[in-house]
C-alpha cells in the first residue's frame, strides 16, 4: 500500500527528488566508459609509439583494454603493454558509489511503499 502521507509533508517531496537522482547516478555510473590516446616519440633511439586505452565500469586495474603499437619492432620493455598499465585502478570507488546509491534507492522505495 502507497504510503500517501509521506508525500503530503515538505520533506515527502524530496524522495521523488531523491529516487530521480538516484536512479540517474547509477545509470551514468555503470554506463560510463572512456578512451585515453598516448603519443610517445624518441629521437635516440628512433621510436614512434602509440596507445590507445579503453576504460569503462568497474575501472579496474586490470580491466583496461589497451593497443599499443609502434613503427620500431624493439621496443623496450617498459614501453610495451605491461610497462604502460596503470598503477591503480579506481574499482572500489566506482563499487562504493554503486553500492550507496542502490541502498539509498531501496531506501526511497521503502519510505514510499
Do not use: R
Not at 61 to 85: D, H
Not at 94 to 104: D, E, N, Q, Y
Amino acid at each position: 500500500e502507497l504510503h500517501k502521507d509521506v508525500f503530503l509533508q515538505p520533506k515527502g517531496m524530496i524522495k521523488f527528488v531523491q529516487l530521480f537522482l538516484v536512479i540517474c547516478t547509477f545509470a551514468l555510473t555503470t554506463s560510463s566508459s572512456g578512451t585515453t590516446q598516448m603519443a610517445l616519440t624518441l629521437s635516440s633511439p628512433v621510436y614512434d609509439i602509440s596507445a590507445t586505452v579503453h576504460t569503462s565500469y568497474p575501472f579496474g586495474k586490470y580491466n583496461y583494454e589497451q593497443k599499443v603499437t609502434s613503427s620500431n619492432s624493439s621496443i623496450p620493455e617498459e614501453l610495451t603493454q605491461e610497462g604502460l598499465l596503470f598503477t591503480d585502478g579506481f574499482e572500489a570507488e566506482s563499487k562504493f558509489f554503486v553500492f550507496v546509491g542502490v541502498i539509498s534507492f531501496l531506501y526511497v522505495l521503502g519510505v514510499i511503499i
